[in-house]
């Protein structure tokens, strides 16, 4: 589990830098958990130096109990440091898309306008990015047949705390 998991991560993190995406932090928290706990060196040696695997101490509060969250859930943060979206299971699973496009959006989003945090060419990357994102939608539609069709947009939930 700890080898898949730490390499979709990894594997997602070069993707998103490559597409431009950069200056993202990644934070994997160990589980509190004893077993998690005695395998916590086995989890920082399978994932790169740029994430960070944050150890929690038996002692604190649960950091997921405080974030109203679960282990095996993502927290998906922009640049102002605001929750843009909380990803629990099934939605947190690599392999799915959930993840990797939630990052995209707070990555990509301008809520405030200028900012001092905003990389200079992200309108650039964004545009890019939405750019194949419209062209692999188009390629996996079904061709209108003749009878009315509907187009049915994906709808974005987003939990603010």
Do not use: M
Not at 74 to 94: A, M, N, T
Not at 100 to 105: A, F, H, L, M, R
């Amino acid at each position: 589990c700890f080898f898949t998991f730490s390499t979709r991560l990894e594997d997602l993190r070069v993707k998103l830098e490559n597409e431009g995406l950069v200056n993202i932090s990644y934070v994997v928290v160990n589980h509190q958990g004893t077993y998690s706990q005695k395998k916590f060196h086995l989890l920082k040696e399978r994932v790169s130096e740029y994430i960070t695997v944050y150890q929690q101490d038996e002692q604190q509060a649960d950091v997921w109990t405080t974030l109203n969250g679960n282990k095996d859930d993502f927290l998906i943060y922009d640049r102002c440091g605001r929750l843009v979206y909380h990803l629990g299971l099934p939605y947190s699973f690599l392999s799915l898309q959930y993840v990797e496009e939630s990052i995209k959006i707070a990555y990509c989003e301008n809520k405030c306008g200028n900012c001092s945090y905003t990389e200079p060419d992200i309108n650039v990357i964004c545009d890019n990015i939405t750019k194949k994102a419209d062209e692999n939608l188009a390629e996996t539609e079904p061709k209108p047949s003749g009878q009315h069709s509907h187009h049915h947009s994906l709808h974005r939930h987003r939990h603010h705390h």
